[in-house]
């Protein structure tokens, strides 16, 4: 009977057949009346399963896009519901984790959200000065379904549904752009990574801005990747998604935009002909830069001691250890402190809820699977050819070195803001991953285990330190000498590539275009 369906209708039946299924068993794992938590659901389910089914057709049907959706989507829509129904029993006693909520800023906002659907005003009112969302568009969003469902209690379930979809969406316009710009493999491992990191999947399955800026940062990447087919309809879907993205926040919007922008000018720029032409890019990108530092010392300025004050009031020993050092190195350490974060030796060893020390190991998991990458990307890419496709990797790259950077700087050592905040760049990460991942299956080893050596020799360390202080080992030594043995550890595994360094150094006074370490 299916064969004579049109592919439109077939995907309508599989997505409604789907979305019941789907819809009965959510509905019922939340509180009453039965039809009010169904019938929600099931509109959301049905719409995203439908439109995720017709993404997957556009671009091309592929079997592995179809597992990496499947996967990207049901992971965030399986942890919200067990997040939302097992969390009051296995988390903290707290009103939010309570409600069945991870962060308290959704649990504020879906309440203010629901409340403003029950009144009277106009739900623009959720952009207004005594909103409770900072910048309104989330909670606009929210109370537009809960408005449109009339629902009697918050259900934030409908809200992860959008989030998944918006984020599983984003993959499959990521897919394409990656496997047109980078090909398939460099597709295949990035499409991977961004379906299986913790934070994304975390974020995805709760009521954040992040998922849909993530999924609406893919969009408009994939616009400016392909800009050069049918120009008139990807210029005007990079700006529907970059003005999108402002709605739900306009220093994040405006950050991605201008990122994005400098992604499409060095692209633009290395394959003119004309010196002329380039160097005028290549003013422009200067221009670009200066803008965005200086936006981002004015975001930041702010709240840079107030960040190193909060990070050393939530830690009685960081407390301490700042207190040894001069009001100069506080700051600095702070920063240090927030890239490592989540720690993977405190998520380890510090004691916590099965449930929240187990998902502070996978966070932190999967942010130190990246963090060799970032060294090594950096070097490897001076060997990418052709020429002309360091440069677009190079910007990635040193946008990603920044923003870890920045994230550090505004959340200080916060084991959620500052995760959060790194994870809107997941899509670049992924693209790292997934290009550094290939050059590795190329032969490309010896550099990548170094810095992977690097990461192990801190964690070691580091965790050797915290069982001294849970008294589990005993006479090891204390914090800064801890710091002298990682740093001696740091120049032995360095100076173990001395050779290729040297050979390096032989190949460029030979052959001017000769690579980096890789």
Same mark, same amino acid.
């Given at each position: 009977?299916?064969?004579?369906?049109?592919?439109?209708?077939?995907?309508?039946?599989?997505?409604?057949?789907?979305?019941?299924?789907?819809?009965?068993?959510?509905?019922?794992?939340?509180?009453?009346?039965?039809?009010?938590?169904?019938?929600?659901?099931?509109?959301?389910?049905?719409?995203?399963?439908?439109?995720?089914?017709?993404?997957?057709?556009?671009?091309?049907?592929?079997?592995?896009?179809?597992?990496?959706?499947?996967?990207?989507?049901?992971?965030?829509?399986?942890?919200?519901?067990?997040?939302?129904?097992?969390?009051?029993?296995?988390?903290?006693?707290?009103?939010?984790?309570?409600?069945?909520?991870?962060?308290?800023?959704?649990?504020?906002?879906?309440?203010?959200?629901?409340?403003?659907?029950?009144?009277?005003?106009?739900?623009?009112?959720?952009?207004?000065?005594?909103?409770?969302?900072?910048?309104?568009?989330?909670?606009?969003?929210?109370?537009?379904?809960?408005?449109?469902?009339?629902?009697?209690?918050?259900?934030?379930?409908?809200?992860?549904?959008?989030?998944?979809?918006?984020?599983?969406?984003?993959?499959?316009?990521?897919?394409?752009?990656?496997?047109?710009?980078?090909?398939?493999?460099?597709?295949?491992?990035?499409?991977?990574?961004?379906?299986?990191?913790?934070?994304?999947?975390?974020?995805?399955?709760?009521?954040?801005?992040?998922?849909?800026?993530?999924?609406?940062?893919? &969009? *408009?990447?994939?616009? @400016?990747?392909? %800009? +050069?087919?049918?120009?008139? =309809?990807? #210029? /005007?879907?990079?700006?529907?998604?970059?003005?999108?993205?402002?709605?739900?926040?306009?220093?994040?919007?405006?950050?991605?935009?201008?990122?994005?922008?400098?992604?499409?000018?060095?692209?633009?720029?290395?394959?003119?002909?004309?010196?002329?032409?380039?160097?005028?890019?290549?003013?422009?990108?200067?221009?670009?830069?200066?803008?965005?530092?200086?936006?981002?010392?004015?975001?930041?300025?702010?709240?840079?001691?107030?960040?190193?004050?909060?990070?050393?009031?939530?830690?009685?020993?960081?407390?301490?250890?700042?207190?040894?050092?001069?009001?100069?190195?506080?700051?600095?350490?702070?920063?240090?402190?927030?890239?490592?974060?989540?720690?993977?030796?405190?998520? &380890? *060893?510090?004691?916590? @809820?099965?449930? %929240? +020390?187990?998902?502070?190991? =996978?966070? #932190? /998991?999967?942010?130190?699977?990246?963090?060799?990458?970032?060294?090594?990307?950096?070097?490897?890419?001076?060997?990418?050819?052709?020429?002309?496709?360091?440069?677009?990797?190079?910007?990635?790259?040193?946008?990603?070195?920044?923003?870890?950077?920045?994230?550090?700087?505004?959340?200080?050592?916060?084991?959620?803001?500052?995760?959060?905040?790194?994870?809107?760049?997941?899509?670049?990460?992924?693209?790292?991953?997934?290009?550094?991942?290939?050059?590795?299956?190329?032969?490309?080893?010896?550099?990548?285990?170094?810095?992977?050596?690097?990461?192990?020799?801190?964690?070691?360390?580091?965790?050797?330190?915290?069982?001294?202080?849970?008294?589990?080992?005993?006479?090891? &030594?204390?914090?800064?000498?801890?710091?002298?043995?990682?740093?001696?550890?740091?120049?032995?595994? /360095?100076?173990?590539?001395?050779?290729?360094?040297?050979?390096?150094?032989?190949?460029?006074?030979?052959?001017?275009?000769?690579?980096?370490?890789?």
């Amino acid at each position: 009977m299916t064969k004579n369906l049109s592919p439109l209708k077939l995907e309508l039946l599989i997505s409604f057949l789907t979305s019941q299924a789907l819809s009965l068993g959510m509905a019922a794992l939340q509180p009453a009346p039965f039809f009010s938590a169904w019938f929600g659901a099931f509109i959301l389910l049905w719409l995203s399963t439908f439109l995720l089914l017709r993404a997957w057709r556009f671009f091309g049907g592929a079997r592995a896009l179809a597992v990496l959706l499947l996967v990207t989507f049901l992971s965030r829509l399986l942890l919200g519901i067990f997040i939302h129904t097992a969390l009051p029993t296995i988390g903290y006693d707290t009103p939010v984790e309570n409600a069945g909520y991870v962060y308290s800023d959704a649990y504020t906002r879906d309440n203010g959200a629901l409340a403003l659907a029950k009144s009277d005003q106009t739900l623009f009112a959720a952009f207004g000065e005594g909103s409770i969302d900072q910048y309104g568009g989330l909670m606009f969003l929210s109370a537009v379904v809960y408005r449109l469902f009339d629902v009697d209690q918050a259900r934030p379930l409908f809200i992860t549904i959008l989030a998944a979809l918006t984020m599983t969406a984003g993959l499959a316009f990521l897919f394409d752009a990656l496997r047109r710009r980078w090909g398939a493999k460099v597709a295949l491992v990035a499409g991977w990574f961004y379906a299986l990191y913790p934070e994304g999947i975390l974020l995805g399955s709760s009521q954040m801005r992040e998922p849909f800026l993530i999924g609406l940062f893919c &969009i *408009a990447f994939w616009a @400016l990747v392909t %800009w +050069q087919e049918r120009r008139g =309809i990807k #210029a /005007l879907v990079f700006a529907l998604a970059m003005a999108c993205s402002m709605l739900f926040s306009d220093p994040y919007g405006a950050m991605l935009t201008g990122l994005l922008l400098a992604y499409w000018l060095v692209e633009w720029s290395s394959v003119q002909q004309s010196r002329k032409v380039r160097w005028i890019g290549g003013l422009g990108l200067v221009v670009m830069g200066a803008a965005g530092a200086a936006a981002g010392w004015w975001w930041l300025k702010p709240t840079l001691y107030y960040d190193t004050y909060l990070t050393r009031i939530n830690s009685g020993y960081i407390s301490a250890l700042l207190e040894t050092m001069g009001d100069k190195w506080q700051t600095p350490f702070v920063t240090i402190y927030g890239i490592v974060q989540p720690f993977l030796p405190g998520a &380890i *060893a510090d004691p916590s @809820l099965p449930f %929240w +020390q187990t998902t502070a190991i =996978i966070r #932190a /998991l999967g942010w130190w699977f990246v963090l060799p990458f970032l060294p090594y990307g950096f070097f490897a890419l001076w060997k990418a050819k052709p020429k002309s496709e360091r440069w677009a990797l190079l910007l990635i790259v040193l946008a990603l070195f920044a923003w870890v950077l920045i994230a550090s700087l505004r959340a200080g050592g916060d084991l959620w803001d500052n995760p959060r905040y790194r994870a809107l760049l997941i899509p670049w990460f992924a693209l790292l991953v997934g290009w550094c991942w290939q050059r590795l299956r190329e032969g490309h080893l010896a550099w990548f285990l170094r810095w992977v050596a690097v990461v192990l020799v801190f964690f070691v360390v580091f965790m050797l330190w915290y069982l001294y202080r849970h008294q589990v080992i005993k006479d090891f &030594i204390g914090f800064f000498d801890m710091i002298k043995v990682i740093l001696a550890g740091w120049v032995v595994i /360095l100076l173990s590539g001395a050779g290729d360094l040297v050979k390096l150094v032989k190949a460029r006074l030979k052959k001017p275009d000769a690579g980096g370490l890789a």
